[in-house]
């Protein structure tokens, strides 16, 4: 009964390294999310996809690129980190039909230097 | 652009009281509403979902009313407990799932 998984949980970068966040999920959902958390800004969306092989761009993409190559898995990918990506990212899915909520990860949280 | 915003940012009641929480968003055309509960340093949790068709939606000692025409929601807790000390998130559908979030109702109560 995973849910929806984040790896890593705590990450610390330096500006201009790269890394790999994994969103996986074991509920056969079709859309899945990835939202970034500052204080004061409440959750704001990056990018989504609504099925294998599809992204799009959501409200603050830049600086952020993604990839949904198998149906459980999403990858949320910062290629040259800056302190201004310092937040807790949030990973959520959605299955197509019924009643549509979210399911929330535990969070990542990312700190660049 | 869709904004939403909740009032009161803090909210701080002695145990036993009812409540009440307040969303409002600017553009009415939505798919539903959702409010979310968060603990800190954890993920959200979904406490209740309204469909755009629907005025209200019930669980437990949580009501969640909708007014899209004039574009507000409410969560009513009832009889609140300490347990519920939370930050609790409104959060519009704006079409694929796709959620604008309000910045959020940090809630204490106290035994």
């Known amino acids: 009964n995973a849910g929806v998984t984040q790896t890593p949980k705590f990450r610390v970068l330096k500006t201009g390294q790269s890394m790999t966040l994994l969103c996986a999920q074991d509920?056969?959902?079709?859309?899945m999310y990835w939202y970034r958390q500052d204080p004061g800004m409440g959750l704001r969306l990056i990018h989504y996809s609504v099925g294998e092989g599809t992204t799009a761009k959501g409200e603050v993409p830049d600086g952020y690129n993604v990839s949904r190559l198998k149906k459980q898995n999403f990858l949320l990918g910062l290629e040259s980190a800056a302190p201004s990506q310092t937040s807790v990212y949030f990973c959520?899915?959605?299955?197509?039909?019924?009643?549509?909520?979210?399911?929330f990860g535990a969070g990542s949280r990312l700190t660049v230097l | 652009k869709q904004e939403v915003t909740q009032i009161p940012a803090a909210l701080s009641v002695p145990e036993g009281e009812n409540l009440v929480l307040n969303c409002s968003f600017t553009d009415s055309a939505i798919y539903n509403l959702q409010w979310f509960r968060q603990d800190p340093g954890k993920g959200l949790t979904s406490l209740l979902l309204i469909q755009s068709s629907q005025r209200e939606q019930t669980s437990g000692r949580l009501n969640a009313s909708l007014d899209k025409s004039s574009g507000r929601s409410t969560l009513y807790i009832a009889a609140s407990q300490p347990g519920d000390s939370a930050t609790y998130l409104c959060a519009v559908n704006t079409g694929f799932q796709k959620l604008v979030f309000g910045t959020g109702t940090r809630l204490l109560v106290s035994p």
């Open positions: 509920m056969n959902h079709e859309y």
């Open positions: 959520a899915s959605s299955s197509r039909r019924g009643a549509n909520v979210l399911t």
